[in-house]
């Protein structure tokens, strides 16, 4: 048995998809903060249920300093803190060379230390434990199509 699609259909899809695209572009270019704005600031993000029935809690809440790089980031559930990341930078470059991992508890967990190429894109990135122990080695290989 072979089924066709009717017009009404086949349009109804199409119109879904075109909204589908429409949105996703337009919240990515909503995410995308001049870091003018983000100067000395505290972004927070709160999660409500559908239904609206729960009373919303936080999310997630960043950082950022006078020269508008993420200096902290903390993430909630709706327990409290999840997860905490503290960012570190080499002077004034915008080029973060530590994170800090912290737990729920606040006791830190891991702590990553990025080396960049000479262009400033990602060599590698190295994952300590706590006491300094190298756990893993996460490098970067750039190529052209």
Known sequence: ???????????TKIIILLITLILTTAT??????????RKNS??????????????????????YDSKGRKIEETEYASY?????????????????T???EYDD???VVRIK????????TRKAVFTYSPKGQLK??????????
Do not use: H
């Open 136 to 145: 893993a080695t996460k490098t970067y290989e750039y190529s052209t199509k």
């Open 113 to 120: 230390k990025i080396e960049y190429n000479e262009n400033g």
């Open 98 to 100: 530590r994170i800090i």
């Open 1 to 11: 048995m072979v089924y066709k699609s009717t017009d009404s259909t086949m349009n």
């Open 105 to 107: 508890k606040n006791r």
């Open 80 to 96: 409290g803190q999840k997860e905490r990341l503290v960012y570190e930078y080499e002077g004034d470059s915008d080029r973060c």
């Open 28 to 37: 990515t270019l909503a995410q995308r903060v001049n870091p003018e704005v």
């Open 42 to 63: 505290v972004v927070k993000q709160w999660i409500q249920s559908a239904k609206g029935t729960a009373a919303p809690f936080l999310d997630n809440v960043a950082t």
